[in-house]
């Protein structure tokens, strides 16, 4: 019992020394982390050694010298491992490659209609494949492939119930994962993406992320962990009721923010591409801006509805939400006289990531498997 104790807090300090030194974004000193975890030096120095043996660290340079020898930055090997983030979308691919770091190293979108056959799985997994060969992805050092969904995954039963925006009302998972060379995991695409925005948030407070996208939805996350509800349907944001008796929306109800604010307002009503709208956006087409007023009024009602309930962050993701950062002033704006409290909007962000985010997400649960398990 006692050697397994020992092993155990061993196991722990290593898994301690190496996320202070992720954590701290920068490289350090063994100084440092002594002084920081409360370890002696000689403790420090051993699972130093053990995690560069496993090529988790590396020494980037040196510091300057307060007497005697200069001491050496320690920093995380950061393409070590990899992992893949795929979003399947309702008309594209989009597949994506991190590192340990959730730096985004490469990204691919592939057009292929959503559907739940043998021709679609095979299809994705050759995608996958492609991507890796034109991208020269080590396979050796991957963690594994993470499948983010517009659905629910049940893993039990190896199926994920789709939005009522997505022309399946069922994915079989299981067709898709066992034509996958790799480890693979499945999350819902509002959750893998709230994952992204939480991770390269440096104040980890609370936050809820909008996922913009052809269905609107959602995460929230409390102190670093996801809120799901009592029947996983926490963060549904698309189908709140901003406009009573408003637009229909594919819910089957009418006035939802989903009705006003996903990318089929824009595509389908206009029948043009995202792409080709914001470019007359900004040659200033009437009827275009016109739109995207109204387009803005109703996010600032839904996200001004959600601050009003979670007085937190939010942070906008999903495919809008990668052109939306030259008109965050215009929503702050809108935000702020929606208010009774004094705000100037500065709660509402844009995602780092931009329309990436759900991939990233989709792959850090890889990374922060692999992170757990040093």
């Not at 100084?31 to 590396?58: F, G, M, R």
């Amino acid at each position: 019992m006692a050697t397994h104790n020992t092993a155990e807090l061993r196991r722990q300090n290593r898994n301690r020394v190496f996320r202070y030194i992720y954590s701290a974004g920068h490289p350090v000193t063994k100084q440092d982390i002594a002084q920081a975890l409360s370890l002696s030096l000689p403790t420090v120095d051993q699972n130093l050694k053990e995690l560069q043996e496993a090529d988790l660290l590396e020494f980037q340079g040196t510091f300057d010298s307060t007497g005697g020898r200069k001491p050496r930055a320690i920093g995380v090997s950061n393409n070590v491992r990899l992992a893949i983030g795929v979003y399947i979308g309702h008309q594209r691919i989009h597949l994506a490659c991190i590192n340990i770091r959730a730096q985004l190293l490469c990204s691919q979108r592939v057009t292929k209609p959503l559907a739940n056959d043998d021709d679609y799985a095979d299809f994705l997994a050759q995608a996958i494949e492609d991507f890796i060969r034109t991208n020269s992805i080590d396979t050796n050092r991957l963690l594994g492939v993470g499948i983010a969904v517009c659905g629910i995954p049940d893993m039990e039963k190896g199926v994920a119930g789709m939005s009522p925006m997505q022309p399946v009302s069922e994915l079989d998972l299981n067709r898709i994962a066992s034509r996958i060379p790799y480890p693979v995991q499945f999350e819902n695409d509002a959750n893998a993406g709230g994952l992204a925005t939480w991770w390269v948030n440096p104040e980890k407070k609370n936050m809820v992320y909008l996922f913009l996208h052809r269905g609107i939805g959602g995460a929230m996350l409390l102190g670093g962990d996801t809120y799901h509800g009592n029947t996983l349907h926490g963060g549904e944001f698309g189908h709140m009721t901003i406009v009573p008796g408003g637009r229909q929306c594919g819910c089957g109800q009418k006035g939802c923010l989903e009705a006003y604010c996903s990318t089929n307002r824009i595509s389908e009503d206009l029948g043009i591409s995202i792409e080709a709208f914001f470019e007359g956006l900004q040659n200033g087409n009437e009827e275009y801006q016109k739109l995207w007023k109204d387009y803005l009024d109703h996010l600032a009602i839904g996200i001004n509805n959600i601050h009003m309930v979670l007085d937190c962050q939010t942070v906008l993701g999903g495919l809008l939400g990668g052109y939306i950062g030259p008109y965050l002033y215009d929503l702050r704006q809108r935000l702020q006289k929606l208010s009774c409290f004094e705000t100037d909007g500065s709660y509402c962000t844009v995602s780092s990531y931009g329309y990436w985010s759900t991939c990233v997400g989709a792959a850090l649960c890889f990374v922060n498997q692999f992170i757990s398990q040093i």
